[in-house]
């Protein structure tokens, strides 16, 4: 099962170097992330939601190269090209991978303006490890899944932490 967290950040820059965080641990296979998205709730109060992928440019570029393989067939690689390619931006930006959009937008309603937070979904982690990285960046836990011994301990460390 998967564990969602979502922690709020007085800044989308604070948030951004918490997943950057995430994802370098990732590499020394501390934790295994799903999905990392960081919300934003600009001043205007508009919401922005920052993707880890970027599904419209891999539609349109496996689109492109089925559509030019399709065209090749019909002496016409160009043009398959370019309707594939089409086709899978579409198809790409319709897609929803990870933690729900609609959840997210949501959530980020309920932030203040100029603050952001980051949605992460976890497939697996090394729990004290990972808590001891991004307890230095602070942060206000706002939901999870967690069990409750966990969830306490992150909130504990998100809580004591002195963010520079």
């Known amino acids: 099962m998967a564990t969602l967290v979502v922690i709020d950040y007085e800044s989308e820059i604070k948030a951004e170097e918490v997943r950057l965080a995430l994802l370098k641990l990732q590499k020394e296979y501390l ?3 799903a999905d990392a998205v960081v919300v934003v709730r600009d001043a205007d109060g508009k919401v922005k939601l920052r993707q880890m992928h970027n599904l419209t440019v891999a539609g349109a570029a496996s689109g492109g190269f089925w559509g030019m393989l399709a065209g090749i067939l019909f002496l016409n690689p160009f ?3 370019a309707v594939g390619a089409a086709a899978g931006a579409i198809s790409g930006a319709l897609s929803d991978v990870g933690i729900d959009d609609k959840f997210m937008k949501n ?3 309920t932030l203040k303006p100029g603050t952001a937070a980051l949605c992460v979904l976890v497939r697996q982690m090394t729990t004290d490890k990972v808590i001891d990285e991004i307890r230095k960046f602070g942060g206000t836990l706002i939901k999870t899944n967690l069990s409750h011994e966990n969830e306490e301990k992150l ?3 998100l809580a004591s932490a002195n963010p520079t």
């Open 79 to 81: 043009f398959g090209f």
């Open 155 to 157: 909130r504990a460390a």
């Open 31 to 33: 934790v295994d992330v």
């Open 107 to 109: 959530l980020a309603e």
